[in-house]
């Protein structure tokens, strides 16, 4: 059998009338583990965009960024894309061979045409404001759908007529024409399944890559 303990020799026993003190600890030990909670999510999202900001630096030096203290290239891009009136028709990502830049070719470019539209040659204005300020060499490249392009003899030809027309125009406007590489893939790297019109649309593109250096 166990001794008995003498209430009054029990400095931390608490009187009947005194229970809701417990309840009351129970409360405050949850709200600090709700606390906590909060703070470890807040700290992990802030360092989950570090990571993110982060993970550009290992790049080659110079490629693909400004100076130090400045924004990264692609944030750059990225918020001149979204006040341009062409925003939504051009995609940014960040791969092995660079910075990509993917337009939409129907948004530049009428159906089986290497003529850019009138929207298209403001946009690539403003965009090749920033590619200029680069000291990194550009590959353009051009894409299709694998339908055959009518008034051209392969789909090679019009992904190439694409991609040179968009480096004559940066050509025209200043870029130095050795930093520039065209390349036509036609249909051989789609995107997407082509399941659907939607998706054949999607292989139709021009990617400007911002290459390391």
């Not at 600090?32 to 030096?61: D, H």
């Not at 990264?72 to 092995?96: C, K, M, R, T, Y």
């Not at 040179?164 to 390349?183: H, Q, W």
Request: some cysteine; glycine content about 6%; overall charge negative.
């Amino acid at each position: 059998m166990g001794q008995l303990i003498d209430e009054e020799d029990c400095e931390v026993c608490v009187p009947f009338d005194q229970e809701w003190i417990f309840t009351y600890g129970d409360l405050v030990t949850l709200l600090l583990c709700f606390f906590i909670l909060l703070f470890s999510t807040c700290k992990y999202e802030t360092m989950k965009f570090k990571s993110l900001a982060a993970s550009f630096k290992p790049l080659p030096a110079g490629t693909p960024f400004m100076n130090e203290g400045k924004d990264s290239v692609v944030e750059q891009i990225a918020q001149q894309l979204e006040e341009s009136e062409l925003g939504d028709d051009a995609n940014i990502g960040v791969e092995e061979k660079g910075v990509v830049v993917s337009f939409k070719a129907s948004a530049y470019f009428k159906p089986d045409s290497a003529e850019l539209s009138p929207k298209a040659i403001k946009e690539l204005k403003r965009f090749s404001n920033l590619v200029f300020l680069l000291p990194n060499n550009i590959q353009i490249e051009g894409h299709t759908e694998k339908k055959p392009a009518k008034n051209w003899d392969s789909t090679w030809e019009l992904g190439g007529a694409r991609a040179s027309r968009v480096a004559r125009f940066f050509i025209e406007n200043g870029l130095d024409p050795t930093k520039i590489t065209v390349k036509s893939f036609g249909s051989t790297r789609p995107r997407f399944l082509e399941t659907s019109p939607t998706q054949r649309s999607l292989n139709n593109r021009v990617e400007v890559i911002v290459l390391p250096e």
